[in-house]
């Protein structure tokens, strides 16, 4: 009713069975699930669930720090035919680039464009046609 189209589902928040029935739930609602995971073990739970989309958090929940290659490495993990979604600390048009060149399918921009006083122009910026 107000608008949304995907649900955000976090693996470490939720167990197998939660899982598939909030997919389940976001399916009949006709909403996407974007799983979130952030280990080979939350990414084979995601799969085995049947996320058809998984995004990868490149923030270390634990200490806040941000690193694209440590996870990009569970790109591999995801079958082809899954949408990957490379997800928090994206700034620039390169971290898009570099994220882009792994098989990063889609990004989720958020930190960045909340923080950002001119919410247009980060958007812009970092929009694909900008570059």
């Keep these: 009713m107000l608008g949304a189209s995907a649900v955000l589902l976090i693996c470490s928040l939720l167990d197998m069975e939660q899982l598939k029935r909030y997919m389940g739930i976001c399916g ?8 979130e995971a952030h280990t080979d073990r939350e990414v084979a739970m995601a799969a085995e669930a049947g996320a058809h989309i998984i995004g990868i958090n ?12 440590k996870r990009l490495r569970l790109r591999k993990l995801v079958d ?23 098989q990063v399918d889609a990004v989720l921009v958020g930190e960045t464009l909340m923080r950002a006083p001119d919410k247009r122009g980060v958007s812009e910026n970092l929009s694909p046609g900008r570059w």
Excluded: H, Q
């Design 28 to 35: 009949r609602l006709g909403l996407s699930s974007l799983v």
């Design 80 to 102: 082809r035919g899954t949408i990957f979604v490379a997800e928090s600390g994206i700034r620039t048009p390169e971290d898009i680039e570099l994220l882009a060149e792994n």
């Design 58 to 69: 490149n923030r270390n929940l634990g200490t806040f720090e941000v690193d694209f290659t």
